[in-house]
């Protein structure tokens, strides 16, 4: 699930530049964007709506954005905050282990959390430290734990996804689709074809 600052009708207007079917679903103060299917319409390997989701940038008009997702039994939390230079923060917390370091993705710290989550966290910095070293429990726990400690909204919609009715289902429009797969066949070409020079 993806919670942002806008309005659903802006929301709705960004999800469909995307790649993922999702259902908008109104919330206080928030809006929340969850995948209506499993698979993105992207070709492999961008065809997981979960991972294709978390990836997005948000633009700087619906943000701050906090992303909640269990992903390969980790929770992966993605945070962008205000302003036109916000760079997309992750948080990975894994079984066993607690908060991890994934390479090549910038860290959210305790704070970018606590700055996008916005009122209300005032005196929780402690109980969120501590719940992202915890290492017992699973992904799902994790999320609605963290979501109860930053007064977030629809810890419903996380576990059980929304219902039918709930919301608005938002298709993406193919012709985005379309040019990101041919973007991405012609980067998979190029990349090919520097490899079979450099050998």
Known sequence: ??????EPDQVARWAARGLVATRVVPLPSWTAVLPAEAGSRA????????????SRPVAHRLRAAVGLFAIDGRAVVTVQGHGWRAVQR???????RGAT?????????????LAAAGAGTRGVGAELAALLR??????????????RV??????????????RDEGELVEPDHRVVARF??????EARHRAEQEEEAQ
């Open 90 to 96: 992750w948080l990975v917390w894994q079984p066993g």
């Open 134 to 147: 915890e290492t017992r429990g699973d992904a799902l726990e994790v999320l609605t734990d963290l979501m």
């Open 43 to 54: 070709q492999p390997p961008y065809d997981d709506a979960l991972s294709v989701l978390a």
């Open 101 to 113: 370091r994934a390479p090549g993705l910038q860290v959210a710290r305790p704070a970018d959390l």
């Open 1 to 6: 699930m993806l919670l942002l600052r806008g």
């Open 181 to 186: 797969d041919a973007l991405m066949l012609e």
């Open 150 to 163: 930053l007064g977030l909204p629809g810890d419903g919609l996380l576990a059980d996804g929304p219902r």
